[in-house]
């Protein structure tokens, strides 16, 4: 999850980042993992390295970047692993609610090794985060909604389960059109249900511009954005009858009510 209150979050991220030779660390050639010893066992970190080597040229396909790049030994990723939940919250700044996060700025990844579903939801999530805006670039601006939509998409149960929550949503006269969502946030103290709300919408809707609207256009999508396209004015482009965001929530709720 990318909490948007950016200052704060370098705050947080800063300490373990400026104080990594105090951690235990393992290298591969995209990854930098940093770990507390003899807390976070050694045989679970080689398999986040592993699992961190997959995952990312996997997430890199998915996004449409058809030719895989490594990093580079000097522009790794860094994941950090606290040693609990206790820890990663009070030393790592983050909310109750939160199991990973991912800075951008630093392109890091923070977890804690009990966390549940770290290899199947956690791990993908916080890299499509990282890989996205790798490929965007460091200036391009996109909705927090399609920002966690992507990452949820990398996610290897996909999130299929988030339609039947909006179309909940829907009947209870929940439901959080796109063009609030377009501008919505979240912070350390949202309440859970607002929070698993967003996060359900934003991986439904996400999931249906990439498998309703079709894979090809939403690549084309990404490339629009990164070419600095306005977000808006990319849907119009790619998406010719959709030519704003309450057109894409037109659709996607046509969509969701026919299911």
């Known amino acids: 999850m990318i909490l948007r209150l950016m200052l704060l979050m370098v705050s947080f991220f800063e300490a373990p980042l400026l104080h990594a030779k105090d951690w235990e660390q393992r290298g591969s050639s995209n990854f930098i993992v940093y770990y507390r010893s003899p807390q976070v066992p050694e045989d679970f970190v080689q398999t986040v390295v592993d699992q961190a080597e997959d995952d990312l040229k996997r997430v890199s396909d998915n996004i449409g970047i058809t030719r895989y790049q490594r990093w580079g030994w000097d522009k790794r990723a860094s994941i950090f692993i606290y040693r609990d939940q206790e820890d990663y919250v009070k030393n790592g700044g983050q909310a109750q609610w939160s199991h990973g996060a991912a800075l951008l700025a630093f392109k890091a990844i923070s977890t804690y090794p009990s966390a549940s ?143």
Request: glycine fraction near 4%; charge should be neutral.
């Open 117 to 259: 579903g770290f290899f199947d939801t956690i791990l993908p999530h916080e890299l499509g985060h990282i890989v996205l805006h790798e490929y965007l670039g460091p200036t391009v601006y996109v909705p927090l909604w399609f920002d966690e939509g992507v990452a949820m998409y990398q996610e290897k149960a996909k999130q299929w389960g988030a339609h039947q929550v909006v179309k909940k949503a829907l009947e209870n006269g929940e439901f959080i059109p796109l063009t609030q969502l377009m501008d919505m946030r979240l912070y350390k103290n949202s309440k859970p249900e607002s929070v698993r709300l967003f996060y359900a919408e934003a991986a439904s809707a996400v999931n249906f511009m990439v498998t309703q609207l079709g894979e090809s256009n939403f690549y084309r999508f990404c490339n629009e954005l990164k070419n600095r396209t306005r977000f808006e004015d990319a849907l119009a482009k790619i998406y010719i009858r959709l030519s704003n965001a309450k057109d894409l929530n037109k659709a996607w709720v046509r969509f969701l009510e026919d299911q």
